[in-house]
């Protein structure tokens, strides 16, 4: 079935740093790619997202990279603040079929001040 | 903002027992789910639901598991005999057009089976 890897699992970064996640799908007729913030005990929120036919979106701190040869995409995150810190989770979602979401596993951030 | 609201926030039921975890999506979507989070792993898709039948349901929706929407606004999921394996953040999500559009979670029901 559809899967999506996500690694690292946890990072910690100094305030101001860049962070980088990284997420690989299988599915190659996965067109829909969004990034998931959560922080605790908190609903899962929407940052940003891609969809299959652009290769980069920038959202003022955060961009999101799309490689579909190689199936992967990656978040990143610039001049990191300590109120970024939260569990961040990647999803892909499959074209024609169910529009379920398939989460990779989290990556724990800590931006320590 | 309109938001996905789920009710309770925390439910603490005895194994066996039958649970009615509530949501009440966005008043325009049309496209509904579940999803299910064990403390510490990554959300897990349950089920779809769209025109009022399943869509789509994982592994993990087997026969104890059904989903109602009783009217035109609430948006159930039961577990009919529960397990202590169900014990989880229960959260569903709804969006308006299905395919690549944003999925809006509402804030989660934590079961506990005892």
């Known amino acids: 079935g559809e899967n999506v890897e996500q690694h690292p699992s946890t990072l910690s970064v100094q305030e101001g740093d860049s962070a980088v996640i990284k997420c690989t799908y299988s599915?190659?007729?996965?067109?829909?790619f969004p990034w998931y913030k959560q922080e605790l005990g908190k609903r899962p929120q929407l940052i940003i997202d891609?969809?299959?036919?652009?290769g980069e979106k920038k959202d003022q701190r955060i961009a999101v990279t799309l490689n579909k040869t190689a199936k992967h995409f990656s978040l990143h995150i610039t001049e990191t603040q300590p109120e970024d810190s939260a569990v961040y989770f990647c999803?892909?979602?499959?074209?024609?079929?169910?529009?379920?979401?398939?989460f990779g596993k989290g990556m724990k951030l800590t931006v320590n001040p | 903002e309109p938001e996905v609201t789920q009710t309770p926030s925390h439910q603490v039921t005895q194994m066996g027992q039958e649970v009615i975890l509530r949501c009440v999506p966005i008043?325009?979507?049309?496209?509904f789910y579940w999803y299910r989070q064990i403390l510490g792993q990554k959300v897990e898709f349950l089920v779809s639901?769209?025109?009022?039948?399943?869509?789509?349901k994982s592994e993990i929706f087997d026969d104890q598991f059904s989903v109602e929407r009783p009217d035109g606004s609430n948006f159930t999921l039961k577990i009919r005999s529960t397990k202590l394996e169900d014990s989880a953040m229960y959260f569903c999500?709804?969006?308006?057009?299905?395919?690549?559009?944003?999925?809006?979670f509402g804030p989660g029901t934590r079961l506990t089976v005892l």
């Open positions: 999500a709804s969006t308006s057009t299905g395919d690549t559009d944003t999925q809006y």
């Open positions: 599915d190659s007729a996965s067109n829909y």
């Open positions: 891609i969809r299959s036919n652009v």
């Open positions: 999803a892909s979602q499959t074209q024609g079929g169910s529009e379920k979401l398939v």
């Open positions: 008043s325009n979507h049309l496209y």
């Open positions: 639901f769209y025109n009022n039948e399943i869509s789509e």
